[in-house]
């Protein structure tokens, strides 16, 4: 018996000295917790889509980054720091694309909130009106980008220098590789919305603004 639970400890030994020399810093990076039940957005967005797209669409991308980060040596860096240094490198493209969604993503979570929509206060509306004319300009606006982004992609309200401005994204691509600062997102990749509204992705963009977002984190990220 002994014997039998020294081999066993001699194992995990063994699998503990292997991790270390492969992950030196034993970084890894995290999925966060949702910051609500897979319930709270419903009956906007199911639970059953909150379940794939959180469990299995965002876990997926932090597994898949794990792997690529051990495999480059990226270990000792943040994740902005991976975004940032892999943008632009042709060689680290995956490690990229998966970086980017797994950051993409944990925004979109708290771009949203249960019981959520309707209009902005304080200087991010003044900001809108400024900048967009009034919300239902706003509104119809970002509503329009989130159509029009051909294939996979991302609907964003972001800061630039001092002004607003809606920006649409392909795939993984983000405003922090662009020098703009994201205030809030909406996923329009079809694993976001198609169990719920199958191809209807304008009728979810709406829905998002009108009874899902959460304007206290836009107003929270706001220079
Ligand atoms: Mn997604």
């Known amino acids: 018996m ?5 081999l066993i400890f001699s194992a995990l030994l063994l699998i503990n000295w292997a991790n270390a020399i492969s ?8 999925l966060p917790a949702l910051p609500y039940e897979q319930t709270a957005l419903a009956p906007y967005i199911s639970a059953n889509t909150l379940e ?8 997926g991308y932090v597994d898949k980054l794990n792997d690529l980060i051990l495999e480059k040596n990226l270990t000792d860096k943040s994740l902005e720091e991976i975004i940032l240094l892999s943008a ?12 980017a969604q797994t950051w993409n993503h944990t925004f979109y979570w708290q771009s949203m909130r249960s019981k959520g929509g309707g209009e902005p206060t304080g200087k991010l509306l003044e900001k809108i009106n400024k900048n967009f004319g009034d919300f239902s300009q706003f509104k119809k606006q970002f509503i329009e980008a989130g159509a029009k982004v051909f294939g996979s992609g991302w609907v964003w ?3 630039e220098e001092a002004d607003l401005k ?13 020098g703009q600062k994201a205030l809030l997102v909406c996923d329009v990749w079809e694993h976001a919305y198609y169990l719920d509204y199958q191809n209807r992705r304008k009728d979810y963009v709406e829905v998002f603004l009108d009874h899902l977002v959460n304007w206290d984190f836009a107003l929270k990220n706001m220079s």
């Open 2 to 6: 002994m014997k039998c639970f020294r």
């Open 88 to 99: 632009s490198e042709p060689t680290l493209t995956a490690v990229f694309n998966n970086a």
């Open 52 to 59: 794939f797209h959180y469990s299995k669409h965002h876990q």
């Open 166 to 178: 809606i920006v649409a994204t392909s795939n993984a691509d983000l405003p922090l590789i662009k």
């Open 157 to 159: 309200l972001v800061e």
């Open 23 to 30: 992950n030196p810093t034993g970084k890894k990076i995290v």
